[in-house]
């Protein structure tokens, strides 16, 4: 499975040029809104060093990296759940990601011009906040109608849904968020069709300038962290500009550059990394000599689960998995060793697959 991640913001707060960054390219940027006329895809490798650990003792003809597919979708605008500034076009992408990276303006810099003429960080989320609440009422209200005819014919399931979308709706109209609302896993459940946008996790993206960056920040991104320890969300601090000029460098380049800046890694991997957090997602590996490979799995996924990451019929005819601790890996030197120290288990259905398993399986179909 590839997390899809959907990067919203409002036009010229460093969206495309965050794009540019993590996919080497490929998406316009310019200082006008709306250069992003389509939804921009790129896949990127997640950057994970078990995995070069794993390649040098198995020394395989192929290695794939687990992969994030960014969405660049076009910057959005006060009306953009009424069709301002092709809102509704783009609103509709935001539906199929599973988390939305929320950039939010956080550098002043009066050559690149603000869609409001002001640098307020807290003004730009509630705009954002406000299309897609809009939005998520348009699509309550229209399976509301639905339901509520089933409800008078007596359907119990249609009532007990019926009040559920009333509570969401009297929310979203009292501006609050679904992902904030107190829910069970019964009523997340029944909303999961529906795919609201507000009912996403939100990581915010805090772009500034390179002199804040090396400071940890500036006051516009105290009032997003306080903004975001308010519904449990996180925040990863970038400049998208480094981030756009690391995309260009060399590995030794890189590494002197982030050296220069006293940065450790670029800030686009700890924003795949929350991302990660966010949704809960560990990842386990296959290791052969034809391909090392890594695989991205929720927290709590069973070893038949694991294997239909892979392929459905790997599930359905699962047998066991041969599965030795990534540690346990490495210290022994490999598969063979470590089997020969004890160190592989054999693991049926039942098994809990953990972050860094490495994993055969056997199946029969």
């Known amino acids: 499975m590839a997390l899809s991640i959907g990067i919203v913001g409002l036009p010229n707060v460093g969206k495309s040029t965050l794009f540019n960054a993590l996919n080497g390219g490929g998406a316009e ?76 303006r956080c550098f002043d810099d009066d050559n690149v011009t603000h869609v409001a003429n002001n640098i307020d960080p807290l003004s730009d989320i509630a705009t954002i906040d406000t299309e897609l609440m809009l939005k998520d009422m348009e699509t309550v209200q229209k399976v509301r109608t639905r339901t509520e005819k089933q409800a008078k014919s007596g359907d119990a399931e249609a009532r007990k849904n019926l009040s559920l979308f009333d509570s969401v709706l009297t929310a979203l109209e009292a501006g609050q968020p679904v992902r904030r609302l107190r ?7 029944r909303l999961r069709d529906l795919h609201l946008l507000t009912a996403k996790p939100v990581l915010y993206i805090a772009n500034v300038s390179e002199d804040d960056l090396t400071t940890g920040g500036n006051r516009h991104v105290d009032r997003v962290r306080q903004h975001a320890e308010q519904e449990g969300a996180e925040v990863v601090v970038i400049c998208a500009q480094i981030e756009s000029e690391l995309a260009e460098m060399d590995e030794e380049s890189k590494a002197e550059f982030l050296a220069d800046l006293g940065l450790k890694e ?100």
């Open 29 to 104: 940027a310019a200082n006008y809104p709306f250069c992003t006329i389509d939804p921009n895809v790129g896949i990127v490798p997640v950057p994970d060093p078990r995995l070069a650990a794993l390649s040098a003792i198995v020394k395989p003809q192929a290695v794939q990296d687990a992969v994030v597919e960014f969405n660049d979708i076009a910057g959005l605008v006060a009306g953009a759940a009424s069709g301002e500034g092709l809102g509704n076009q783009f609103l509709a992408h935001i539906r199929e990601c599973a988390v939305i990276a929320h950039v939010v």
């Open 183 to 189: 829910l069970d896993d019964d009523a997340r459940a």
């Open 266 to 365: 670029p800030g686009l991997h700890s924003l795949i990394r929350q991302a990660y957090v966010l949704l809960d997602l560990i990842t386990f590996f296959t290791a052969g000599v034809k391909e090392v490979r890594a695989w991205t799995i929720h927290r709590g996924a069973t070893a038949p689960q694991a294997a239909g990451v892979i392929h459905s019929d790997f599930e359905h005819g699962f047998i066991r998995a041969e599965t030795i601790a990534y540690d346990d890996f490495i210290a022994c030197g490999g598969e063979q060793k470590a089997k020969e120290a004890g160190k592989m288990r054999l693991e049926g259905k039942s098994y809990v697959v953990q972050d860094g398993d490495v994993m055969h399986f056997r199946f029969n179909v």
